[in-house]
């Protein structure tokens, strides 16, 4: 049963993705002045925050099972460092290939300074909306991590969601271990959300 403090909380979040996605639309001309309301409403009533996704491969294990799991991920429309946060397992768009989705831990966000274990490589700081992110799996090399190591710096914009939980089996599932922040943000939209039985039919494994 979910407390009317998380209902208020969760309404509260749905809110601010609704105005966040219909503003986006109305700034790339795709809604008009007198649609944006409209819009707003629509995704507060008919849209939920979260989507499910399937991702195989050992490059998140042991988050992620080596044969893949079913992701509960909270959508992100606009993502900058207030909405997603280091630490976070993030879905995001593989800057490799256009139509493939990536799962990595956020490592690092725009100002940080990346040094390289390689002393030959000058150390840089990442610039505005840059972020780097990197595999769990630490018995991989980066080629076969296939993360920042690999590929450089990627724009937040890629960035379209937060797992914040995952079904490795029926009997193996959880929350994913992200930033402190974001257990806090997410948290109530888990517990409004969250569909294990839904999540175990739509698993693959």
Partial sequence: MVSLSTWFRYLGHKLEYSVSLSWKS????QISDIELRDSVWKY???????YLHWNKGEQMAPVIGGQGGTLLVR???AADPTRVFVGDVVVLKDPEKSDN????????????E???TDKKDEPFVLEKDQ???LADNGNLKPKEANDSRTFGPVSMTNIVGRAIYCLRTAVDHGPVQNSHFSLRKDSPVLEVELDVDEMVKNHKA
Avoid: H
């Fill in 101 to 112: 989705y990536l799962v990595r831990r956020l490592a690092a966000i725009e100002g940080y």
């Fill in 44 to 50: 507060v009533f008919q849209g939920k925050l979260t």
């Fill in 131 to 133: 972020c780097w992110v």
């Fill in 114 to 116: 990346m040094a390289s």
């Fill in 75 to 77: 959508k992100i429309p």
């Fill in 26 to 29: 109305y700034t790339r001309g």
